[in-house]
């Protein structure tokens, strides 16, 4: 119950509400242009770095975009930067809210969510079944983090301000 809880939570986070834009933006990675916001969205082109495009509309953690010759789709937010928060490091945070990425930092998140969409948020369960897929024993975890040096630290749950 407490995974899928979880797992609910992080759904509802990530649903972002859509927001019209037009900024010129770069590829910052090689990416395939989607036509749904999906990972496994059928791929209509591949882009290449530095591909300029137009950022049409932002939605959770996928970007819809334009290409010079008219193809339109969606990217991964993280791979494609706005000229705008390059431009103007100053208002970083309008940036972020618009392309999930700043200048220097790619990130995917839930800006711009607000109580009522977390509220009316409801989990995807074939995305639950996707995220499943990773799940790893205890066991497996532990030889991963004895491998790579991992050390153990004592994480305080959150009272949530109460």
Request: hydrophobic share 40%; glycine share 8%.
């Amino acid at each position: 119950m407490k995974k899928y809880l979880a797992t609910g939570v992080a759904a509802g986070l990530f649903m972002l509400m859509s927001a019209a834009h037009a900024d010129p933006a770069t590829i910052v990675n090689k990416s395939d242009l989607k036509a749904t916001p999906k990972l496994d969205a059928a791929a209509i082109t591949t882009l290449s770095e530095k591909t300029e495009v137009t950022i049409l509309t932002i939605d959770g953690g996928w970007a819809q975009i334009k290409t010079t010759d008219g193809k339109q789709g969606w990217i991964r937010s993280n791979n494609v930067r706005s000229k705008t928060a390059a431009a103007n490091p100053a208002n970083v945070l309008g940036a972020l809210a618009k392309t999930g990425s700043s200048s220097s930092a790619p990130t995917t998140g839930v800006k711009g969510l607000n109580k009522d969409d977390l509220e009316n948020a409801s989990p995807n369960f074939k995305e639950v079944a996707q995220l499943e897929k990773y799940d790893v024993s205890g066991a497996e975890a532990k030889r991963f983090a004895q491998s790579s040096k991992l050390k153990a630290q004592k994480v305080d749950y959150l009272d949530g301000g109460k």
